[in-house]
């Protein structure tokens, strides 16, 4: 826990194994006949079929007697360590961003897992011509210019004599593929006549934790070739393609290390295919590498090579602009940290589709007696709604508009504070309660900042999730000190929502047929707790989400927003998502699992996210309506008979909760703990 933020933590089945596995294989090829032979001497022609081989069964080689001078390696290596090894403060001088991705960067991610590790890039080119933008109409362009750091003052020469250099292999290696390939030695050369190569500096610092963390996660390169040189302490993996094992490319003094990115294997039309690779990090010892990345002009269409296709082999790929696709691949670079960007599946769309048929539920009648026909309907309409949509809206609901008011305003005053003082009431892994900026929801950071309370203070729950451990503690609400009023203003606050609360469950159970009063001892010693929320301007709003896709796991969550407005619920008729456009004044009200479990499916908890905005802020403030920790969770017994057998296990919400709250603070092994997970 203290050792690695969560955010660089792999899920169980991307983590490395320590037991590493040699390459056995993966071809070592020899390049001195270009220098000793002419194209029609065997040994060339033996060359050439090694290269085909290499690309066609490995997708990586390694090669020596490369022609590179051995000086100017060992030149840009010592600058590498020299810059690394300068203050952060010193390296983040030349930090890369949106509109200049090249210099120093030290979170970068793969995957949506952070990367142990630092780098700087340059392109070779200098500047680089690339698109302004991914847009397919967007015809402007614009220049990557190189950023040089002060010390070591001879970086930059270092750097650009080794890219003159690895350009010359490049080429080398290019014209061996292409007649590899059965066609003319230069055939792909002219692709690259702007070419838009960059190198990197990677440092992979020490790591406690090799066996959680990747220096590089698993992935693909984009480009055409990429060289790599790496240190003799190593760590490169490459995916087998035989069997997909993971496999160690153990370092050769002063080779080169090959691979065919993703542009060949469409130019081959799949005769040569891009492999996986990743990077292991080492407890003890340092990493240094650099890779030569190959790619061609801005303007490239890249597909499949017509002299390759036919009618027995027709192309498999259409064609695409490299210089799009690479913009598309570098959009993200100074707007937002990859950690926030969500799947493709899961990004939300931004022609939205506003509810339509959510109901607004008026509950003036809890005014009036149990037998009037008005408390009647009202009953029956609570039951619709949590049948038919899992959420619903109330007005008239009791709760006085200032006290909802005044905790907005108290919010805003709160997240308004400087983030050093927001942290002075930061939680813990011994206290969960509090500030927090780094909330992950199915393993992508939510694009928000919170202030968690409870509404019980001490509020008991067990000490770990673990079954055996009989242990409580106390989980205790911290207040910063300003604003003032931020404590009373919540306290007030939490009354008025768990009065809210008992009505609602009230409302469920008479609309379930129990009696009134049925679920509320279930919540004597409450774990409820309240959210403030805030999700600042996002400038990418069709990448990330302020809260990912999800399911309450309380009883109820009683949410109040503001006018800007977010909410997505999972229409359950169609799985589309839908805004629910706010209602002034009006609370949504959202079933959650436990009321699913106890209604044996009758009332069903739905997916909900959060979309976030360009313009404008947005505040809200969720009440989850929790049972107390000893409460065992199942289907209730006057709702289940032989027609309709109990359709989950018992469960402790106790323990559950605690296994829930584990991973706030570290990424598990498993995905978290669901309802589903007790289903019979």
């Known amino acids: 826990m203290g050792e690695v933020d969560p955010a660089f933590v792999q899920t169980l089945e991307h983590q490395p194994k320590l037991d590493i596995i040699e390459a056995e294989g993966i071809p070592l090829i020899d390049l001195s006949p270009l220098i000793n032979s002419s194209d029609t001497d065997s040994s060339l022609s033996s060359l050439v079929a090694e290269i085909g081989d290499a690309c066609k069964n490995w997708g990586f080689f390694q090669v020596i007697n490369h022609g590179v001078p051995l000086k100017f390696r060992e030149k840009i290596e010592l600058a590498a360590r020299e810059f690394f090894g300068l203050s952060k403060e010193e390296k983040k001088k030349v930090s890369r961003d949106e509109a200049n991705p090249l210099g120093y960067f030290d979170t970068e991610h793969t995957k949506n897992v952070r990367d142990w590790k630092e780098v700087f890039d340059f392109t070779v080119r200098n500047p680089t011509i690339i698109p302004a933008s991914h847009e397919p109409e967007d015809k402007e362009l614009k220049e990557w210019v190189n950023q040089w750091p002060q010390y070591p003052s001879e970086l930059r020469e270092a750097c650009e004599e080794y890219a003159a250099e690895m350009e010359k292999l490049a080429y080398k290696l290019l014209e061996l593929i292409a007649l590899s390939l059965g066609l003319p030695r230069t055939r792909l050369n002219g692709f690259f006549e702007e070419h838009t190569s960059f190198m990197r500096l990677n440092h992979y610092p020490p790591c406690p934790v090799p066996h959680l963390v990747l220096g590089v996660g698993r992935h693909k390169d984009g480009g055409a070739l990429t060289i790599l040189a790496q240190d003799d302490v190593g760590g490169l993996e490459v995916k087998r393609k035989t069997d997909g094992e993971w496999i160690f490319v153990k370092p050769t003094p002063n080779a080169y290390i090959i691979n065919v990115g993703d542009i060949i294997q469409v130019w081959s039309n799949d005769k040569y295919e891009s492999v996986e690779h990743r990077v292991m990090v080492n407890p003890d010892k340092e990493r240094f590498s650099i890779p030569f990345f190959l790619n061609p002009s801005h303007f490239t269409w890249v597909e499949p090579l017509e002299e390759l296709i036919n009618e027995e082999n027709p192309a498999k790929y259409k064609a695409y602009n490299w210089g799009k696709f690479f913009a598309n691949r570098k959009r993200t670079m100074g707007e937002v940290d990859p950690a926030f960007i969500q799947d493709l599946e899961h990004q939300p769309k931004l022609d939205i589709t506003e509810a339509e048929g959510i109901p607004l539920i008026d509950?003036?009648?809890?005014?009036?007696?149990?037998?009037?026909?008005?408390?009647?309907?009202?009953?029956?309409?609570?039951?619709?709604?949590?049948?038919?949509?899992?959420?619903?809206?109330?007005?008239?609901?009791?709760?006085?508009?200032?006290?909802?008011?005044?905790?907005?305003?108290?919010?805003?005053?709160?997240?308004?504070?400087?983030?050093?003082?927001?942290?002075?009431?930061?939680?813990?892994?011994?206290?969960?309660?509090?500030?927090?900026?780094?909330?992950?929801?199915?393993?992508?950071?939510?694009?928000?900042?919170?202030?968690?309370?409870?509404?019980?203070?001490?509020?008991?729950?067990?000490?770990?999730?673990?079954?055996?451990?009989?242990?409580?503690?106390?989980?205790?609400?911290?207040?910063?000190?300003?604003?003032?009023?931020?404590?009373?203003?919540?306290?007030?606050?939490?009354?008025?929502?768990?009065?809210?609360?008992?009505?609602?469950?009230?409302?469920?159970?008479?609309?379930?047929?129990?009696?009134?009063?049925?679920?509320?001892?279930?919540?004597?010693?409450?774990?409820?707790?309240?959210?403030?929320?805030?999700?600042?301007?996002?400038?990418?709003?069709?990448?990330?989400?302020?809260?990912?896709?999800?399911?309450?796991?309380?009883?109820?969550?009683?949410?109040?927003?503001?006018?800007?407005?977010?909410?997505?619920?999972?229409?359950?008729?169609?799985?589309?998502?839908?805004?629910?456009?706010?209602?002034?004044?009006?609370?949504?009200?959202?079933?959650?699992?436990?009321?699913?479990?106890?209604?044996?499916?009758?009332?069903?908890?739905?997916?909900?996210?959060?979309?976030?905005?360009?313009?404008?802020?947005?505040?809200?403030?969720?009440?989850?309506?929790?049972?107390?920790?000893?409460?065992?969770?199942?289907?209730?017994?006057?709702?289940?008979?032989?027609?309709?057998?109990?359709?989950?296990?018992?469960?402790?919400?106790?323990k559950f909760y605690a296994n829930r709250r584990r991973s706030n603070f570290k990424k598990l092994d498993v995905p978290n703990i669901q309802i589903y997970h007790f289903r019979i």
């Open 363 to 654: 509950l003036f009648p809890l005014n009036s007696s149990n037998t009037d026909p008005e408390f009647s309907s009202l009953v029956a309409e609570i039951g619709d709604a949590c049948k038919n949509w899992g959420f619903f809206q109330v007005i008239n609901h009791g709760v006085p508009l200032k006290c909802r008011e005044k905790i907005e305003l108290a919010s805003r005053k709160f997240f308004a504070l400087s983030k050093e003082e927001k942290k002075k009431v930061s939680r813990d892994e011994a206290n969960p309660l509090g500030y927090y900026d780094t909330e992950h929801t199915k393993n992508v950071r939510d694009w928000k900042e919170v202030f968690d309370l409870t509404v019980m203070n001490p509020t008991i729950i067990p000490a770990s999730h673990e079954p055996d451990d009989k242990e409580l503690k106390e989980l205790i609400n911290q207040w910063p000190e300003y604003p003032p009023e931020f404590r009373e203003t919540c306290e007030e606050y939490a009354t008025e929502m768990e009065k809210l609360a008992y009505k609602l469950l009230e409302l469920i159970a008479l609309s379930l047929g129990l009696p009134k009063t049925r679920l509320n001892g279930f919540f004597k010693d409450n774990t409820s707790y309240i959210r403030l929320n805030h999700y600042p301007l996002c400038p990418a709003p069709h990448l990330v989400l302020g809260v990912g896709r999800h399911k309450d796991a309380g009883a109820l969550t009683i949410l109040a927003q503001d006018d800007v407005g977010g909410l997505e619920v999972k229409r359950k008729t169609d799985g589309e998502w839908i805004l629910v456009k706010p209602t002034p004044n009006a609370y949504i009200i959202n079933v959650g699992d436990i009321i699913q479990v106890w209604s044996n499916d009758k009332y069903e908890s739905v997916e909900h996210r959060v979309i976030v905005n360009s313009d404008k802020e947005r505040f809200s403030v969720p009440f989850f309506f929790c049972p107390e920790h000893s409460t065992w969770v199942e289907p209730l017994e006057e709702l289940i008979n032989k027609e309709n057998p109990a359709k989950y296990k018992a469960y402790n919400w106790g």
